[in-house]
């Protein structure tokens, strides 16, 4: 595991454009964590985002989500929007500050610290690999630009959140990270859907699944996708391509809130394209899975589009997933929490 | 006028916001001003009065004329719920916290105008400071509670749910 650390040590970087660099407009760069804290039925979501010509003081934005769900409560958080000059990065390895908030990796973990503006909205947390990393460099297309991402499928993470009514202590809460970089814009053609989920015990030999799958603007036409399975800490199997089918069942029916709040008044009425249930089969030989992950809370995060006017639905939800299956003669069998984003 | 906290009137946001919309969102103010060519809106916030006038390409704030084709009704609270995504426009109007009087051949354009805005608002970071300082000549805090607090809490339901 210390190599795995030392690995992130090093690819876990900025990959911002240089002065010049063709493309520079439609840069996006962002660090995306789920936690999840079984114990206070709690799923948080936080994320760091770049966007625009960076190297351009005014030209690009820096944004900051901040999102709790608990089934009491619902969701808090919001959307903390910059400018991002503001923003302070080291070029050589992962050290973004951005006013109160930070995303650093040191001594083997990842340090973070996001206080929203407006809300009473506070995590620390410090996440610790537990599984390899997957950096998938290949400048995946998306519509007519590109996409990178490495991800951390495993993590423990421990530390603390503070909202307006409650504050929560978490150790060992089960946890994700992905940075995405590349160029596009939003309203492109392009959709895609992931997910992830970590067993919830250690029994379970800390398996811990991400699917991931691009297609068109409609969802309809399939472009890639894959079942990335990690298991004792290692990639045990990738599923790709014709080896998946996954499906939308239904419709989530729970109230769906928009951040940020205006965009309520961009497009009117209410979110329907998310389902209540979501299913993943994975044949290979002899190896197989089954996910069937049940949704219980979803919000629409609203992207402004990159084509003229309207916004891209980023549909953030998490709930219940029943896995199933066998894998180089390892069988599992688990109930876990789940997050998966649909864009609409 | 009616002027609160630190002097921050309806209209003044107003005519701050489409400054700002102009300044940040050129695309979305030029579609604002599409649309609005020719009305003349007046209105009612909690007894404020004033009216948006649009002509030759440009939106202008001034006093109440007598020939507003679009009268709209609303308090303070209510435009923040609309800013804050706690109710959309049918909920307002079917519980009466909205009133739009006019010919409903307007419509449209009101209902484009009002989109135009807030896609341009949702670009443009100085809106955030201004819709700040709106806030909080609105909403008096509470004791040991954020006036923008969670935009679900349950509170927030309660304001927004259909009187029985």
Known sequence: ?344 | MDRRGNGHTVAATLEEALRILRCDALAAYYRLVREMNGLSVTFDVEGELFSLHCADAELHLQPLPADATVFVQATRKTILALIDGKADMMDCVTMGKLNVWGDVRLLPNISRACIAFADGAIRSRQMRTLLTSFRSDTAPKEAGQSCNQSFLQETADRDWAPST
């Open chain 1, 1 to 344: 595991m210390k190599d795995i650390r030392q690995i992130l040590d090093i690819v876990d970087r900025p990959h911002l454009p240089p002065p010049g660099a063709p493309g520079r407009s439609s840069f996006k760069e962002w660090f995306h964590f789920t936690l999840t804290d079984v114990q206070h039925d709690a799923d948080i979501i936080a994320n760091v985002s770049l966007s625009g010509d960076v190297t351009r003081a005014g030209m690009a934005t820096a944004d900051v989500i901040a999102l709790c769900h608990r089934p009491s409560h619902g969701w808090s958080g919001s959307i903390d929007s910059y400018e991002a000059a503001a923003a302070s990065l080291n070029a050589e390895r992962l050290s973004l500050k951005l006013s109160g908030n930070r995303v650093e990796y040191v001594d083997g973990a990842y340090q973070l610290a996001i206080h929203l503006r407006d809300e009473e909205f506070s995590l620390t947390a410090r996440l610790v690999p537990r599984a390899s990393p997957m950096l998938i460099w290949n400048d995946t297309p998306i519509g007519s630009g590109h996409l990178n991402w490495l991800i951390v499928p495993a993590l423990s993470a421990s530390g603390r959140i503070a909202l307006t009514d409650t504050a929560i202590s978490f150790t060992d809460a089960l946890a994700y990270h992905d940075h995405n970089w590349g160029q596009w814009k939003w309203g492109d053609d392009f959709g895609w859907e992931w997910g992830t989920l970590m067993a919830p015990a250690q029994d379970a030999g800390q398996t811990a699944l991400v699917f991931d799958r691009t297609t068109d603007r409609d969802g309809r036409q399939v472009l890639e996708q894959t079942l990335g399975v990690w298991h004792n800490g290692t990639l045990a199997k990738l599923f790709t391509r014709q080896m998946i089918r996954a499906r939308r069942f239904g419709r989530f029916e729970g109230r769906i809130p928009r951040l940020p709040g205006p965009a309520r008044l961009i497009e009117w009425g209410q979110v329907l394209e998310i389902p209540i249930e979501y299913r993943i089969s994975a044949r290979d030989a002899d190896d197989w899975i089954d996910i069937d992950y049940r949704i219980d809370g979803a919000l629409q995060v609203s992207v402004p589009t990159d084509f003229g006017f309207g916004v891209v639905g980023l549909n953030e939800t998490v709930g219940n997933c029943t896995v199933r299956g066998e894998f180089g003669r390892t069988a599992v069998e688990f109930v876990t929490r789940g997050c998966f984003e649909f864009m609409a």
